[in-house]
């Protein structure tokens, strides 16, 4: 068996009464493309706030690669590998392209605590924020300021921002909501030209793009997990067609 | 509010060099009562300044920054009227002070943001002011400290002002530098969202604390060289009120800016000096005065005169 990248055990995420994640166990190799799919509110994104820690769980254990994460803050998980988009798109909107990037790249580096060092960039930097832009179909872009670029765009950085600093796990939320359907093809064909080794954890809606790019798929209703599938059988699964469908349905 | 743009452009530096010479040759045609509003006006733009790493690059708005600078000035007129200390060695003891005092500020104040950051500062620095009016053995109380502590080198008040003015530009470019190095960008990173920086791997308070605290460094440089200024210091100087002018003149000159501090600074010091000083009219005069700005200006001055650049350069 492969490596196993993410373990979720009895993960439980509670808003006072609410449960938006409800005792949720998970386990994903290294190198899988996973789904989850689920109806609005299913407590998706939570379990995603859950992961990278901007939520911590109230309850379960979180580990990633061997180590337990479930009580660390967001910025020491991304430092073990973990990236992120939001669903809301979340970039810094007065900054231009490059300096998303610059900002992205840096995290994880001690440059970034450079007081009153020069503001220009590497070699080695630039290639990097270039070919992560390449990646996400941005080439060119980088003089352009955030407010200034189409939401789509906006998109496409969103993942840009989360690839430069080569993660380990990514988790995607909902990378094309909102967009038309040839920029979804835009970013479908970003997510299957993802790095091979990359653990990819995708929240996606539409179906017809969630089943076409991963390995397994994850239904999630109600903060419980409701069925675990390939992506051939989730279709056809009558559990998932009741929450989605609200009845039995026939493909 | 993207910030001090990056442009090495030979205009710009000209621009920058031509305002240094007329700095620099103003004594000349000034009189001495001017040459002391000029002084003044460097000294509190560069408070200003330091006000503006934390509104316009960081997107957190200090009101204790006037105690921060008025610890510093406390600081040296007591160690040299009291402690008999050069004054030089008082000037680095009161930046010290300065700077410790933001660094404690800013281990409360960077777990917030929006109005309780705001508010937090305001109250911290109430307490300083609390501190410098009932510590009377010390504070000299309401009667404040007084006495004549410039150094000989620069007792003259030409000599002085071309002191302020090299410190000014000094300044200036260590916090122009400041903002635009790489840990400069991770505070306009903050500014625009924080989720993002930490999801991307910083860890936002300790950045936070360290942008605090280098503000309040830059403060203290301000508030130690006012202390040659004034000799002379009061609670006054660490009230409310303080805070409230300094930040109104990074406001004014336009937040995210930097040199707007300047202009923000005359504008402020002008009108002060128009109006019979600090009268109640003085408080009103300002009120009407920044709630113009907010209305016809809210980039205000500097940010004004950019956009309107940038338009017109669109145009053609
Ligand atoms: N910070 C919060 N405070 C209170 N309730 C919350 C919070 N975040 C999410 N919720 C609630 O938790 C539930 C799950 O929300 P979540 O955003 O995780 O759903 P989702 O599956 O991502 O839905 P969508 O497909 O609409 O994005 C919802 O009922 C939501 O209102
Ligand atoms: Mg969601």
Redesign the interface.
Known sequence: MAEVALTLSGVAVAFGALRAVDGVDLSIPAGQRRAIIGPNGAGKTTLFNAI???VPPTEGRVVFEGHDITNL???KR??LGI??T?QIT???????VE?NM???L???SP?????????DLSTADQDRISRALRLAGLADRSAT?VTEMAYGDQRQLEIA?ALV?TPRMLLLDEPAAGLSPSERSIVADVIRGLPQELTVILIEHDMDLALGLVDYVTCLHEGRLLVEALPADIRTDARVQEVYLGKPHHA | ???VS?SKSPMGALVVLAILAVGVIAPFFLSRYQIGLATQILIFGMLAMSIDILVGFTGRTSLGHGAIFGASTYVVLYCVTQSGLSPYLAVLLGIATATVLAAIFALLAVRTNGVYFLLLTLALGMIVWGICLRWTQVTGGENGLRGDIRPKALSDYKDFYWFILALAALVTF?IR??V???????L??I???D??????????PL?LF?GFT?SGFFAGVAGAFYAFFNNFVSPSTVALTQSVESLLMAIIGGVGTLYGSFIGASALIALQNLVSSHTERWQSVLGITFTLIMIFAPEGIVGKFRALREKYANKH
């Open positions: 990278t820690g901007v803050p967001p910025h991304a430092a990236a992120r939001f979340n970039l810094f909107p007065s900054l231009s300096e610059v900002l992205a840096r995290g994880l440059q970034k605590f450079s007081l009153f060092g020069s503001p300021v921002l600093a | 509010m993207s910030g990056r260590g530098r400041f635009q190095s790489p840990f400069g960008l991770t306009r990173g500014r625009d969202s989720s993002r920086m930490r999801s991307l791997g910083y860890n936002v950045h360290i280098m």
